[in-house]
Nanobody, 131 residues
Framework: QVQLVESGGGLVQAGGSLRLSCAAS????????MGWFRQAPAPGKEREFV??????????YYADSVKGRFTISRDNAKNTVNLQMNSLKPEDTAVYYC??????????????????????WGQGTQVTVSS
């Protein structure tokens, strides 16, 4: 079992930065692949892949919409995964969720883009980018 708690969301102007953190409980955190997803407030909007990182941190994956602006990282000693978000745009406004795939990830690459492949989810943190 892994419990995930996100923090770091807030209101920021376009062009600004935020750093999201996800704190995980559980002794086997280091074996989980981790992902960030977001869900915009518009009706019918589905949860959207943002970024993912392998258990070791050696592989990282990004949605095209955030590539070059967002950076995912993890610290297995502290049981945390972070999402540094720079050059934020109004279209980045969403609730951001941290997710864990494990205790041993069952895939790689495009596998991480699908919410159904994750076993545990946090409650989300709101990010609002004003224009």
């Amino acid at each position: 079992q892994v419990q995930l708690v996100e923090s770091g969301g807030g209101l920021v102007q376009a062009g600004g930065s935020l750093r999201l953190s996800c704190a995980a409980s559980g002794r086997t955190f280091s074996s989980y692949a981790m992902g960030w997803f977001r869900q915009a407030p518009a009706p019918g909007k589905e949860r959207e892949f943002v970024a993912a990182i392998s258990w070791s941190g050696g592989s990282r994956y990004y949605a095209d919409s955030v590539k070059g602006r967002f950076t995912i990282s993890r610290d297995n000693a502290k049981n945390t995964v972070n999402l540094q978000m720079n050059s934020l745009k109004p279209e980045d406004t969403a609730v951001y969720y941290c997710a864990a795939d494990g205790p041993v990830s069952r895939g790689a690459g495009a596998y991480y883009r699908f919410p159904r492949n994750y076993d545990y989810w946090g409650q989300g943190t709101q990010v609002t980018v004003s224009s």
